[in-house]
């Protein structure tokens, strides 16, 4: 293996942004001499590839340059990447989740920056109000259905008037929110028009729900929820 081959493996195969890497290590690795091997950092550490953590220390630890943030992301995109990360850590091998860690950090520091410069945004709304709510959870254990529940979502996400149906009537809430209570989901708003009265409903009560637009048109609309 000579000098470039070297160079590319290590580049490949053994720099890491999150472990660091001595060159003690590399040397036995390779096969070569601890002296080469600081060559070969040098070289990489030039063309913006590797850094030196602590360069007096014993040993030197060496990681890979961190990658600039190049992923151009919606702040819809970036809360979807952060809403589903312990997900595809739990369900991928170690291996292949770190190849594509970088994308679920840039998602995190995306959302972060977008959200704080428009807190009043759908995405930031729909967060608020459902955040400490596992609404997966609720559609498997059948406590509501996905047709309403997907309304449920879209008039948190768009504050419309959500028109809800149950076996005692209907019922027209503002200023939805959602909660759970001995493990049951539960959604409360306010009742639209004159009274304003604040009503909670089990949502297994619920049979149909339809997003409004307003109350002057309470024909459902077609918005999928955010």
Known sequence: M????RRRSIEKN???TRYSVTIPELACKYGVSENTIKSDFIGLETIGVAYCANPNGKPQLWFAVQPSNSLDMTLELAFALKYVNETVKAMLPDE???SIEHVFEAAQTTYHKKRNANHQSKVVRFERLTAQVNLSKHLALKHIS???LSAVKSAISSGNHLLIKTASGEH???SISIFELDSMLFLKGKSAGVTGKIEQLNACDIT???ELDSLTDW???????A
Do not use: F, G, K
Not at 219 to 225: F, G, I, L, S
């Open 208 to 210: 149909a729900a339809h």
């Open 219 to 225: 024909r459902p609309t077609t918005r999928r929820a």
């Open 172 to 174: 027209v809430l503002e």
């Open 96 to 98: 292949i989740y770190h």
């Open 14 to 16: 053994d720099l890491s």
């Open 146 to 148: 996905y047709a309403a």
């Open 2 to 5: 000579n000098q470039s081959e």
